[in-house]
């Protein structure tokens, strides 16, 4: 076994993910809108599902959001015995799209399907800085 299956798999970057990532990295959430029909998109892709258009920007997300479905991790994986349990949740943006994410902050057993939540970042010296999602602590504007 290397040493590498020690640690967590981060995810990889690519042409396509680039701008989220470097968005994450000054604390900032990031998301794909198509220009021609306005559709935001995550995870970012080269094409609107929507009308196929390769026509595209990048707008800054309001970072708030609600808790789509969890589950809560039990298992010790080598390597993430420390992080244990831990909350694996998909959260839905204000913005409409989904995101694949950890809770943080929080009490597993207080986790609920519907809080609001807002984004936060790992402070990380890894090739990405993740986005994580905590219990929402400010008033929406
Ligand atoms: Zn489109």
């Known amino acids: 076994m290397s040493s590498d299956a020690a640690r967590p798999v981060m995810p990889i970057v690519n042409p396509d993910t680039e701008p989220f990532w470097d968005g994450c990295a000054v604390g900032k959430l ?21 009308c196929l258009s390769d026509a595209q920007d990048w707008r800054q997300a309001s970072g708030r959001g609600s808790v789509y479905t969890f589950v809560v991790v039990h298992e010790e994986r080598r390597g993430w015995e420390r992080l244990v349990p831990y909350v694996l949740a998909v959260v839905e943006l204000d913005e409409g799209v989904r995101i694949v994410t950890n809770l943080v902050n929080v009490a597993p057993k207080d986790v609920a399907i519907g809080m609001p939540v807002e984004v936060t970042f790992a402070t990380s010296t890894d090739v990405v800085r ?12």
């Open 30 to 50: 990031l998301l794909q809108r198509c220009t021609a029909c306005g559709r935001v998109r995550h995870p970012p892709s080269p094409i609107c599902p929507n």
């Open 130 to 141: 993740l986005p994580l999602f905590q219990p929402l602590t400010r008033a929406a504007p």
